[in-house]
């Protein structure tokens, strides 16, 4: 029995579609609920179409987003309006076209240095969502995407013995490719989320996505896969 769910699609659209509507379901579950939700978001292309889905569909079933924080798997250090800042990309895409109210928006703030918006961060989340035995914050939902070498939010391949151990909720990393600066969740916190969903999609990505599937894999997404009893992937790849 594995610990992941795999959901195949035929193209990165009818993916987008299925997380889209699957999220939505969630959330209309939770219509009236008093408590907060916590979600982490992504950046990345499928994260955009994602994101349009999600706005689209969410205004026709009439989905309340009132009672939903929103916070980031990960972040470029760049200021807020920047082409490659992850927060610029849901703004245009998902948080402006649900006119989400500022109060529950907790973006990371990668115009800032690196320490100081990683324990910023790490600060929001935890005086939101609650913490499990281990003094992690329990998010109720993460998306992450995968690159072609198998990196997740920002945590690569290869990356510090520190990085892979720390339970620190963000930390500042240094990325193999630009920008390099960058904050991320971490394998921790992600391990500890009531749910993950990793939009996988795009050529070039089988490798990272078949070794992260074995049960040996080493791959970032590997490491998040291998602890969790659950992981959902959402994927136009052919493993």
Not at 93 to 117: F, N, T, Y
Not at 162 to 186: C, D, E, H
Not at 188 to 208: D, E, H, Y
Request: hydrophobic share 45%; with cysteine; charged share 20%.
């Amino acid at each position: 029995m594995t610990n992941y769910e795999l959901l195949s699609f035929t193209s990165d659209d009818a993916l987008s579609s299925a997380a889209a509507d699957l999220w939505l379901d969630e959330l209309s579950s939770r219509a009236g609920a008093e408590t907060s939700y916590c979600v982490a978001l992504s950046g990345g292309r499928i994260a955009q179409k994602f994101f349009t889905a999600v706005a689209g569909r969410a205004k026709a079933r009439s989905v309340s987003f009132a009672a939903i924080h929103f916070f980031w798997g990960d972040e470029r250090c760049v200021p807020p309006t920047d082409v490659e800042s992850n927060f610029a990309l849901a703004k245009a895409h998902l948080l402006d076209p649900l006119r989400i109210l500022p109060d529950k928006i907790h973006r990371v703030r990668g115009e800032i240095s690196p320490d100081r918006a990683a324990s910023e961060a790490e600060a929001e989340l935890c005086r939101l969502a609650p913490m499990n035995a281990a003094g992690q914050p329990v998010l109720d939902l993460i998306f992450l995407g995968m690159g072609e070498d198998g990196h997740v939010a920002s945590l690569f391949p290869d990356a510090p013995d520190g990085v892979v151990r720390s339970k620190s909720v963000y930390l500042p990393v240094l990325a193999p490719k630009p920008p390099p600066q960058r904050i991320t969740i971490n394998f921790a916190t992600i391990t500890a989320a009531r749910r993950v969903w990793v939009l996988a999609s795009g050529a070039g990505k089988q490798n990272a996505l078949r070794e992260s599937l074995s049960a040996d894999g080493k791959l970032p997404l590997a490491r998040v896969i291998q602890p969790r009893e659950k992981t959902t992937l959402f994927t136009d790849i052919v493993a």
